[in-house]
C-alpha cells in the first residue's frame, strides 16, 4: 500500500507540472518515496492542527519542490485536496510555487531562495530549546513537553549557498541533537550536471562542522538503481537517537526516476516533462498513461487514517504530559497562552526606563537600557549580536547565553537554556534564524549588527517583511557618524533601501526617548522592524509641557509635531535621527529671520504612511509647501513628503575615512545648511 501512494505522489508531481506548463516535477518525483517515509512514519503532526503545540517542524529547504510537499499534505489529509494539487502554481490557489508561510496550511515557513529555509531550521531548533528553558527549565532536555524534532529536506543548491555554510556551523557548535537534515544528493542543478561548479566532500565538510552524517546510496556503484526505504529509515531513526549533534543524511537519488530520457538530467529540474516522457514515467510505474491525475483511492485513504491514526496515538502521549505541566505550572501556562496570543505582558511597557534631560547620549547605548530595563518584564525576548553585542548594545546584563556548557567562556557563561544568543559573524545567517525563531512563535527575538550590513541580511530581511514576522533587527552605526572607519561601514543608501522593502518598518529615533518609545512600538504592533541606531551621542532634551518639545509617545504614529511654531508655519522642517537636532536649532535660526517653522520628527515613514488623512494633514498640512528635509543619507525617501517645492539636505556619495562631526561638517548636515534649504523652498513655493 505504501509503494502504491508513493507511485501516486510521482504521478502526481508530474501531472501538476505538465498541467500549469511550468515548475519543477523532477524532485518531487524522485524524493517521493523518502518524503511519504518522513511524513507517514517520523514526523509528529496532526493533520488536523497544524499549530499543534506538540508538532515536529517541517521545513522544505528545497522550496521549488514545493510538490513535494504538497503532495504528502493531500496523502496526510492535511488540507489540501485533489483539486489544489490540479491548480498548481495559479493565481490564488493554495498550492503556489513556492511554499508559503500562513497561505498553505502546514506550511511553518515561506522558503524558495536556496539555503535561508535551512538556516531558519536551525532557528526553529534553537527555538525549541529555548522554549523548552523559558516554560521547563527543571526537566531535563529531550523529556518536556516542549521539545521536538525540526526536519529539513535540502538539496545541491542549498548546499552551494553560503548561508547554509553560516548556520551549518552555528548549528554544530550549538549542538542541537533536535535538528536532522535530509539532503537530497542527486547532482543536478539547472544548468545540469553539479560536477561543473560543485566537487566538495559535503559531508566532510558537515562533519567538520561537528554533525552526525550519514549517507544513503539508491544509486549503487555499478549504477542499479534502488529506492530504499528501510535503509532512509534506519538513518532517520539513527539520527533521532542523536542527542548531543544536528544529523545529515546525504540520499543519493537520481532526479526524476524512472522517467525515460529525461531523469538524471537538468532538463528535468525545472521544466514539465512533455507528453512523451509523460507517458514513459507512467507506464514505468503501472499507470495509465492516458489519465491524468488518476489517484490509487485506496492508498490514498490508507495513508490518510494512517496519519490520523499516528496523530491520535501522538496527542494520547503529549497531551497527558501537557496538562500535567499546566496544572503544576499555572503562572508559566498563562504566559505560554499569552504569548501564542501574541499579546505582550500586563503593564510592561512601566519597565521602559527614563532618560536625564540634556544628556546626550547615543541612540544605540539608549537600546541597551532599554533592554536591560526591559528584560525581567518581558521574558520571551531574547536575542544577541553578530559578534557585536559591545558595540550594538545588545547585550542583557546579568543574564547566561545561550549555549552549551562547555562552549562558555570567561566573558559569557551560559547553558543550553540561556537567553543572550551569539551568532558569531555571520550576518545573514543571524537573519534567517531569526525569521526561524519569530516563525516558530514561541518567543520574540532581536538581532543586531551594523546597519552597513544590512545588505549582506537583505535577503532574509525580505523574506522577513513577506511572511510578517515579528523579527527586530538591531542596526547601529548608522551613519557617517560612524567616522574613522571610513566609507566601507557609512551607511548612505541603506535608509532608502530598506525603506523600499514593502511590510519593513524602519525607524530611526532622534533621541534616547524616542528610542524607548521605538522599541514600545516595536514590540506591541508585532511586525518586522529595523531600529537605525547612532554611534555618535545625540542630545536628549526635555520634553513635555513647559519646554516646547512634544513628548515622544508620537513615535508609535511614524511622525509628529516635535516643536510647532504660532499660527500656520511658514515652513516645515523633517528629520530623523541624529538630524532632528539640526531641524531644531534651524528653526531658532530661522525665527531670529521672522520666519515661523515647524518641526516635524519621522522615526518610521512607514507608520506614518499607515495613519489616516486626517492625522498626516495634520502634522504636514497640504497648504504648506516649503518643507525641507534633513537626513545623513540620500534623498530618495524624502521625494513623497516634501513635494515638489521641497529641499533635501542630504549625502549623495560616499563618505570618508575621518571623524564623524568633521564629516556632517564636511557635508553640510547641519543647521546653517537647513537654513539655506528652507530659504530655497519658500522661494520654491512662492513661484
Not at 513535494?68 to 495559479?90: K, M, P, S
Not at 539555503?115 to 531548533?125: D, E, I
Not at 539532503?183 to 566537487?199: L, P, V
Not at 552597513?452 to 511572511?467: H, I, K, P, T
Request: with cysteine.
Amino acid at each position: 500500500m505504501d509503494e502504491r501512494a508513493v507511485t501516486t505522489a510521482k504521478v502526481l508531481a508530474a501531472d501538476a507540472v505538465e498541467k500549469t506548463g511550468n515548475g519543477h516535477p523532477g524532485t518531487a518525483i524522485s524524493l517521493a518515496p523518502a518524503a511519504y517515509l518522513l511524513f507517514q512514519r517520523h514526523l509528529r503532526f496532526d493533520p488536523a492542527d497544524d499549530r499543534w503545540l506538540g508538532r515536529d517542524r517541517f521545513i522544505l529547504s528545497a522550496g521549488h519542490t514545493s510538490l513535494t510537499q504538497y503532495i504528502q499534505l493531500y496523502l496526510a489529509g492535511a488540507g489540501l485536496e485533489l483539486h489544489d494539487l490540479e491548480q498548481l502554481r495559479v493565481l490564488g490557489s493554495l498550492t503556489p510555487g513556492h511554499p508559503e508561510f500562513r497561505h498553505t496550511r502546514g506550511i511553518e515557513l515561506t522558503t524558495g531562495p536556496l539555503g535561508t529555509g535551512f538556516a531558519a531550521a536551525v532557528g526553529f531548533a534553537m527555538s525549541s530549546r529555548r522554549s523548552h528553558g523559558l516554560l521547563d527549565p527543571e526537566t531535563p532536555l529531550g523529556e518536556s513537553v516542549f521539545d521536538h524534532d525540526v526536519y529539513v529536506i535540502a538539496g545541491d543548491g542549498c548546499m552551494q549557498e553560503g548561508v547554509t555554510s553560516e548556520a551549518a556551523s552555528l548549528a554544530g557548535t550549538q549542538e542541537l541533537g533536535n535538528l536532522t537534515v535530509l539532503y537530497d544528493d542527486n547532482h543536478i542543478s539547472i544548468e545540469d550536471d553539479t560536477n561543473i561548479a560543485f566537487t566538495e566532500d559535503v559531508l566532510a565538510r558537515f562533519e567538520a562542522y561537528g554533525w552526525h552524517v550519514q549517507r544513503v546510496d539508491w544509486l549503487s556503484e555499478d549504477g542499479s538503481y534502488s529506492e530504499d526505504v528501510r535503509a532512509l529509515d534506519e538513518a532517520l531513526d539513527a539520527a533521532k537517537a542523536e542527542t548531543g549533534r544536528p544529523s545529515i543524511i546525504a540520499l543519493r537519488t537520481v532526479i526524476g526516476w524512472p522517467t525515460p530520457g529525461k531523469a538524471n538530467t537538468g532538463a528535468i529540474h525545472g521544466s514539465k516533462l512533455g507528453s512523451d516522457a509523460l507517458r514513459g514515467l507512467k507506464e514505468a510505474l503501472g499507470a495509465d498513461p492516458d489519465r491524468m491525475f488518476a489517484v490509487d483511492q485506496e492508498a490514498v485513504d490508507t495513508a490518510r487514517a494512517n496519519a490520523a491514526r499516528r496523530a491520535r496515538e501522538a496527542h494520547a502521549e503529549w497531551d497527558p504530559r501537557f496538562e500535567a505541566w499546566r496544572s503544576a505550572h499555572p503562572e508559566r501556562a498563562e504566559m505560554l497562552e499569552r504569548i501564542v496570543e501574541g499579546r505582550m505582558p500586563e503593564g510592561w511597557e512601566e519597565s521602559l526606563p527614563e532618560f536625564e534631560p540634556g544628556k546626550a547620549v547615543a541612540t544605540r547605548a539608549a537600546s541597551g537600557q532599554v533592554l536591560n530595563a526591559i528584560a525581567s518584564a518581558v521574558p520571551e525576548l531574547w536575542g544577541g549580536s553578530a559578534d557585536l553585542a559591545g558595540s550594538n548594545n545588545t547585550f542583557m546584563k546579568g543574564w547566561p547565553s545561550f549555549l552549551p556548557v562547555d562552549r562558555s567562556s570567561a566573558m559569557f557563561p551560559g547553558n543550553p537554556f540561556g537567553r543572550n544568543l551569539h551568532f558569531g559573524v555571520r550576518e545573514f545567517a543571524m537573519a534567517c534564524l531569526m525569521n526561524g525563531i519569530a516563525a516558530d512563535g514561541l518567543s520574540r527575538v532581536y538581532g543586531g549588527t551594523f546597519f552597513v550590513f544590512s545588505d549582506f541580511q537583505r535577503g532574509a530581511v525580505r523574506l522577513a517583511a513577506l511572511m510578517d514576522l515579528p523579527v527586530v533587527h538591531v542596526w547601529t552605526h548608522d551613519s557617517v557618524g560612524v567616522g574613522e572607519d571610513g566609507p566601507t561601514h557609512q551607511p548612505i543608501e541603506h535608509l532608502a533601501a530598506c525603506r523600499a522593502i514593502p511590510g519593513l518598518a524602519v525607524v530611526r529615533p532622534a533621541d534616547a526617548e524616542e528610542t524607548a518609545q521605538a522599541w514600545r512600538a516595536v514590540l506591541e504592533q508585532r511586525h518586522p522592524a529595523g531600529l537605525v541606531l547612532s554611534r555618535q551621542n545625540v542630545p536628549n532634551p526635555a520634553r513635555g509641557a513647559g519646554t516646547g518639545l512634544a513628548d515622544a509617545t508620537g513615535v508609535a504614529r511614524g511622525a509628529y509635531v516635535l516643536s510647532d511654531c504660532e499660527g500656520v508655519p511658514d515652513v516645515i522642517l523633517m528629520g530623523s535621527g541624529s538630524e532632528v537636532q539640526y531641524a531644531l536649532a534651524a528653526q531658532t535660526l530661522l525665527a531670529d529671520q521672522g520666519i515661523a517653522a515647524r518641526v516635524v520628527s519621522v522615526p518610521c515613514m512607514e507608520w506614518f504612511g499607515q495613519q489616516d488623512a486626517d492625522y498626516r494633514e495634520s502634522v504636514l498640512p497640504a497648504a504648506v509647501r516649503a518643507r525641507v528635509s534633513v537626513e545623513a543619507g540620500i534623498a530618495m525617501p524624502w521625494r513623497g513628503l516634501v513635494g515638489d517645492a521641497g529641499r533635501s539636505v542630504s549625502i549623495e556619495h560616499f563618505g570618508a575615512s575621518g571623524a564623524g562631526q568633521a564629516l556632517f561638517d564636511e557635508y553640510g548636515i547641519d543647521a546653517p545648511h537647513v537654513v539655506s534649504a528652507a530659504h530655497e523652498s519658500l522661494a520654491a513655493a512662492r513661484a
